[in-house]
């Protein structure tokens, strides 16, 4: 698994249009034409905390509530100094409210099964 990890960042520059003309994947307009399911881990240190001062400007963080998705179910895990936080974002023409409440019960029963015991192969662990 490592191996494959350090692979995938060596080929991380690869421009998104090279590797859809390389896979020629079936195109259409209403999904990426590479994957639907995005997964994001971002960690506080990549993540700005507070505005940053530049003279004569502020900027600072600014959470934006979209309307749209850009994928059919992305899940967003970030790093805060409480612990982690998630947010699923998803298309509501696929999934309603309570098909994501599902899914957030059964990965928390994941994640739970995980920290109880982190040998245990994921085919064993409960959903």
Known sequence: MREVTLNAYARQDLPFEKLVEAL????????????????????????????????GLTLRPLEVDLATTKFDLTLVITETEQGLSGTFEYSTDLFDASTIARMVRHFQTLLAGIAADANRPILDLAL
């Open 24 to 55: 020629r994947p079936e195109r259409g307009l209403s999904r990426s034409p590479i994957f639907q399911v995005m997964f994001v881990l971002q960690n506080v240190q990549t993540a700005p905390k507070e505005a940053l001062e530049i003279p």
